[in-house]
């Protein structure tokens, strides 16, 4: 890949790659880099900011790709949603439990990849450390325990832990960069489980857990600035293997609105809770 600066420790392409070859029928002054942008119109879609420009010379405008960092994105919707935002044209992280199963999925893709247990501070803060500066965080990380609320504490401990206190954390770590930089998507992947208006649902801790993570997105909203746009969303049921094989949703479809939601030009919705890219009531 064309451009300049280190590699990351987590595994990306250079941080500052010298511009992307979205519009380059367009504008073919632009420098390429590989598998540029299939966008061709926004001044900034999101994926990227500076365009359009010159690639050097007077009045160059360098071309920054935007870095998505995705939790639990080793398989099913978070796999689904991090080729999604490849495809979008933006860097992407995947974040796993297990490095090598994160590098495996992440290498036919172009991805990078990191270490990460979000029920882990410490892992959370290696993981942060590792990336840099992330312009798009993707809550996907989730568990299911099994049976009801009252008779698996452990489990309702897990779902907290693993869907609220990790996404706070993360939100914590890397939205005061976003806020500095003028640029920041967060989506937290819920769950119609989690809505008060389709009824408290799943087992043991699970909707709880995505309710609380729902009544962050509506709190962080609003602390953030209207640069950082911050929304939930349910992904309907899909073919994975939380969801089962009878499902009736792939993991692509599942993943659309969060693509979406993670590329959403400034002026977008924040605070607000989607399915299928329409609002869906708390």
């Not at 790659?17 to 519009?23: H, K, Y």
């Not at 073919?28 to 119109?41: D, H, I, N, Q």
Request: contains cysteine.
């Amino acid at each position: 890949m064309a451009g300049t600066g280190p590699i990351d420790p987590c595994g990306k392409v250079p941080l500052h790659s010298a511009a992307c070859g979205r519009a380059q029928k367009a504008a073919p002054g632009l420098a390429s880099v590989e598998a540029g942008c299939r966008r061709t119109s926004d001044i900034d879609c999101g994926p990227c900011v500076g365009w359009p420009g010159p690639a050097s010379g007077k009045g160059a405008q360098p071309i920054v790709r935007r870095t998505a960092l995705v939790t639990g994105a080793n398989r099913g919707i978070g796999l689904a949603i991090a080729s999604g935002l490849v495809d979008a044209g933006l860097e992407v992280i995947i974040a796993a439990r297990d490095p090598a199963t994160a590098a495996e999925v992440a290498r036919p893709m172009g991805a990078g990849h990191v270490q990460l247990d979000v029920r882990d501070p410490e892992s959370i803060s290696a993981a942060v450390q590792a990336c840099g500066a992330v312009d798009v965080l993707v809550n996907n990380a989730g568990v299911m325990p099994g049976g009801p609320l009252l008779d698996n504490p452990t489990g309702f401990a897990e779902s907290l832990a693993v869907m609220v206190a990790g996404p706070y954390l993360l939100i914590r770590a890397l939205a005061p960069g976003m806020a500095r930089r003028d640029y920041g998507r967060i989506v937290n992947v819920s769950s119609g489980w989690g809505s008060f208006a389709e009824g408290i649902g799943g087992p043991s801790g699970y909707g709880v857990a995505k309710a609380a993570l729902n009544a962050l997105t509506v709190a962080v909203a609003q602390e953030l600035p209207a640069t950082v746009l911050v929304n939930a969303m349910c992904p309907g049921w899909v073919r994975t293997r939380m969801g089962g094989s009878g499902a009736p949703r792939s993991p692509e479809q599942g993943a659309d609105t969060a693509v979406w939601l993670s590329t959403l030009p400034q002026g977008g919705p924040s605070g607000g809770f989607f399915r299928d890219r329409r609002p869906i009531s708390w």
